[in-house]
């Protein structure tokens, strides 16, 4: 399995932390667990219904700090909509 390194938010990561040794499990499974039946797929998949591009070789535009924080979540509520502002089904 590849090894990913994150940042999250203090109150994020501690929320993690909490609810992986209530369940008694790592934090890396619940956190795999969370993403692979969130929006992890339908984010995915509307990006590439937008036929939005992502440049493989560049590396992280925005980092979760200052003004960044507010472009990522509009990013994000946008892919989780369609044009009209409804929430778009990725299993259609």
């Known amino acids: 399995m590849p090894r990913v390194t994150i940042s999250l938010r203090k109150e994020t990561a501690d929320d993690?932390?909490?609810l992986a040794h209530s369940l008694g499990c790592s934090r890396s499974a619940l956190v795999d667990i969370i993403l692979s039946?969130?929006?992890l797929k339908h984010?995915?998949?509307r990006m590439d219904f937008l036929n939005m591009q992502v440049d493989p070789q560049g590396g992280p535009v925005k980092r979760l700090?200052?003004?960044s924080i507010r472009?990522?979540?509009e990013a994000i509520s946008y892919l989780e909509?369609?044009?009209q502002g409804e929430l778009w089904d990725a299993a259609n």
């Open 65 to 67: 700090r200052g003004s």
């Open 81 to 83: 909509t369609n044009y």
């Open 43 to 45: 984010l995915t998949a």
């Open 37 to 39: 039946r969130g929006l």
């Open 16 to 18: 993690v932390s909490a």
């Open 71 to 73: 472009e990522i979540e």
